[in-house]
């Protein structure tokens, strides 16, 4: 029996900030490792807008490889058709059903939690890990918490505090689209960065 913790996003690409959310979430829950999970999306053949699945999967891997309890996980790329959290979750306890799940997200997810597919089903399937952006609005989403957690009765979203990085992976793609790939490089693991050049992702030379 473990505890897994599912770190999903598309990574187009990876950036420090999504290692230091899953680090956070590994040093403040009871957590033995984290899956980190691509989303499966249509593969454009314009790199400068969405990388390969393989691409964003080496990227992944290549970011997490010195953390032993970090792990690439392919269940989503492998899915066919759209994917929602409650399949994800539903599926993965099929799969490991002695194992219990944090499902790692932004806070911003939060306000709409109750319209999400299935709410109640994903608020039994997992504990919901929810990392404000910022320390503005870490008042409104704990009182949010507080609101979902008398509703379903029981202590399942928790507030994740962690260092918010300043550059978003779109602001990463724009830089490199831009020819300013210096500018961001430090936002990048050194590895991520040297394979984004090498492949000429992004729209990169």
Not at 39 to 56: G, H, I, T, V, W
Not at 66 to 76: C, L, R, T
Request: glycine share 6%; with cysteine; hydrophobic share 40%.
């Amino acid at each position: 029996m473990a505890s897994i913790g599912i770190m999903g996003g598309t990574f187009n690409p990876i950036h420090k900030g999504h290692v230091a959310l899953a680090q956070a979430a590994y040093e403040q829950f009871p957590i033995d490792r984290i899956w980190f999970m691509p989303n499966r999306q249509p593969e454009y053949k314009d790199k400068r807008e969405l990388a390969s699945a393989k691409d964003r999967m080496n990227m992944v891997r290549l970011a997490i490889t010195d953390i032993s309890y970090f792990e690439m996980s392919d269940y989503e790329i492998k899915r066919e058709g759209s994917t929602y959290t409650v399949d994800t979750l539903s599926g993965l306890h099929r799969q490991f059903p002695d194992d219990t799940f944090y499902f790692i997200m932004g806070a911003d997810s939060l306000f709409d939690f109750e319209k999400w597919r299935e709410a109640d089903t994903v608020a039994m399937l997992a504990t919901i890990l929810a990392a404000p952006r910022d320390e503005k609005n870490m008042d409104a989403v704990m009182e949010k918490i507080h609101a979902l957690n008398v509703r379903y009765g029981r202590e399942i979203f928790h507030a994740l505090p962690c260092p918010v990085m300043p550059c978003s992976s779109s602001e990463i793609r724009e830089a490199l689209q831009a020819g300013e790939g210096e500018r961001i490089r430090e936002y990048l693991p050194e590895a991520v960065f040297f394979y984004i050049k090498q492949h000429g992702l992004y729209g990169i030379d």
